[in-house]
C-alpha cells in the first residue's frame, strides 16, 4: 500500500471516524506497513512481536516530559503540572526508575490483593444500595468510576467520601492525552497540581508524625539500601498511584460490561457462572484495552525489525492493535469468553509494566460478578453504538446508561 496515502488520507488521530473504531485501521497497517512513519513526526509499531520488542529493550525508553516540552513550548521547571509528571516512575528510565520501582513496590507488598477483596466486595455492594431503588443509572458515573476510586483511596488513607471531587478534577490527565492544549489551558492544570500537590504533602507529613496502615504510610516509610523517596517523589508517586488507580479499572469495568451485553449468550454465561468472569476480563482487556497506546523514544540509534529508528524519535506501540495481531489471536475481531493463552499486552510490558495490573483485574471482576447478581434485569442502553469519548489514547465511554 502507499505509504503516502496511509500518511495524508487515512491516518489522523483526531478523526472521529477513526477513533470510534481504529481497529480496520491498525489491521491495515499490520498487514501493509507495519512500522509506519506518520506525517506527524513519530512511528507507529502495530504488530505483536515488533511491540514486545520494544517493550523490553534497553535502547527505547520514556521521554514524555521533553515531548510535553516541545509540544508546549516551554520548559518543565516552569510548570508545577509537567514537574510532577516528570518525576513518577511511569515516565522514568533506568536507573532512576529501577529505584522509584523498587521503593514503591516495598510499599505496595504490604497490602495483598487478597486482604483487599473484602473491602472492594463491600464497597460495590454498598455503590449498589445506593442506586438500587431508583431503577436506572450511568454505570460509569456511579458505579464503575466509584468502585476503584473509593478503593484507591481506602487503600492510600484518604477520605473519599468527601474528597472524591477534589481529586478527580485535579489528576492532570488531561496532558497525558496528546492533544494540543494552549497556554490557559496549562495554566488551569498547574493550579490543579498545586492544589493537589499541598493536599497530599499535608498528608505525608501527618503520616510522618502519626503512621497508620496505609499506603501513605506505607510509601512515607518505604526504605530500600538506606535510601528513601524525596517529598516531590511521594507526591508526584501518590498522585500517579491515585489517577492510574482508578482511570484503567473504570474503563475495564465499563467495556467489559459493555462487551457481555453486546454477547447475550456469553453474558448469561457468566450469571449462571461467575468463575468465568476472569477470563471474560482477559479477553476485554485484549478486545477493549483501557490504554490504547504506550509511546517510547529512542534513547540511541536502534532498529525495529530491520527499520531504523534515530536517537530522539518518537515511537506509539499501538497495544489495541498487538492485541488484535492475527499472528498471535485466531478471529482476533469476535469477543471470545472462552479464548485460551490470552496474553493482553494491555497493562505494558518489560520494566514499565504496570504496577496495579492484578488490582485492577480483581476490581473488575468483582466489580462485573456484584452488579450481575444484585440487579439481575440489568439491561444497557445502546449496546450497539455506544457513546465513546473519542481519544487516540484511551478507550473510555462517556457514559453507560442502565435500566433494571
Known sequence: ????????????????????????????????????????????????KDIEDVLRNKFFGKNFGAVLEKQLNTKIADEPALKMINLQVLMSNPPAHTRLRKLIMTAFVSSSIKKLQPMIEETANMLIDRVEAEGSMDIMK??????????????????????????????PSRLLDLKPVSREELDEINQDVIELSAYIKKLCDERRVSPKDDLITHMVHAREDGDILSDDELVANIMLTLGAGYETTTSLI?????????????????????????????????????????????????????????????VILVLSSANRDEEVYSNPDIFDIYR????????????????????????????INTILKRLPHLSLDDVEQPNWSLQFTRRILNNLIAHW
Not at 476485554?284 to 524519535?313: C, F, M
Open 1 to 48: 500500500m502507499n505509504t503516502q496515502i496511509l500518511n495524508e488520507l487515512i491516518f489522523n488521530p483526531t478523526d472521529k471516524d477513526f477513533l470510534y473504531n481504529p481497529y480496520p485501521f491498525y489491521r491495515c497497517l499490520r498487514c501493509e506497513d507495519p512500522i509506519h512513519y506518520s506525517s506527524l513526526g513519530f512511528w507507529l509499531v502495530t504488530r505483536h
Open 142 to 171: 456511579n458505579y464503575a468510576e466509584r468502585l476503584p476510586l473509593m478503593v484507591i483511596c481506602k487503600m492510600l488513607g484518604i477520605d473519599a467520601e468527601a474528597d472524591m471531587d477534589f481529586f478527580v478534577s485535579r489528576i
Open 254 to 314: 465499563s467495556n467489559a460490561l459493555l462487551l457481555l451485553f453486546r454477547h447475550k449468550e456469553s453474558l448469561e454465561q457468566i450469571k449462571a457462572d461467575p468463575s468465568l468472569t476472569a477470563n471474560a476480563i482477559e479477553e476485554a482487556l485484549r478486545y477493549e484495552p483501557p490504554v490504547q497506546i504506550a509511546a517510547r523514544t529512542a534513547l540511541e540509534d536502534t532498529s525495529i525489525d530491520g527499520q531504523v529508528i534515530k536517537k530522539g524519535e518518537t
Open 340 to 367: 485460551e493463552n490470552i496474553r493482553p499486552i494491555s497493562f505494558g510490558g518489560g520494566a514499565h509494566l504496570c504496577l496495579g495490573a492484578q488490582l485492577s483485574r480483581v476490581e473488575s471482576a468483582i466489580a
